[in-house]
């Protein structure tokens, strides 16, 4: 599916840690990988309100907590740089497709990281 909002079609998903050897690009790819593909099922399913919203990111929320295994098998982990850069791209994310009122912490509500 190609995204059709402009403004994250065009965005680089955690890219202060791709400027950082500690996070091997093939593990970040899969995770901007997931963020993109919350973006599609945004995109694809328009939730109406936060509890919608909120359902689809803590989803992707879990599939971060499955990737933390594979940062930790390459040397590396979600610690304190890579939780922030995460939610920050959950953020963008929310606030892209106008649900600027979210809070950031429930977005990510699942996270084991």
Excluded at 1 to 29: C, I, K, W
Excluded at 40 to 67: G, K, S
Aim: proline share 2%; net charge negative; hydrophobic share 45%.
């Amino acid at each position: 599916m190609s995204l059709t909002n402009e403004q994250v079609a065009g965005h680089t998903f955690l890219r202060q840690l791709y400027a950082d050897s500690y996070f091997p690009d093939r593990v970040l790819d899969k995770g901007a990988a997931i963020l993109v593909r919350l973006c599609e099922r945004i995109e694809a399913q328009r939730p109406a309100d936060l509890a919608a919203l909120y359902v689809l990111t803590q989803a992707a929320t879990e599939e971060f907590n499955l990737l933390e295994a594979e940062f930790e098998a390459a040397g590396s982990g979600i610690e304190t740089v890579a939780r922030e850069e995460i939610a920050e791209g959950f953020w963008f994310v929310a606030s892209a497709y106008g649900f600027e009122d979210a809070d950031i912490e429930e977005l990510i509500a699942t996270r084991d990281w």
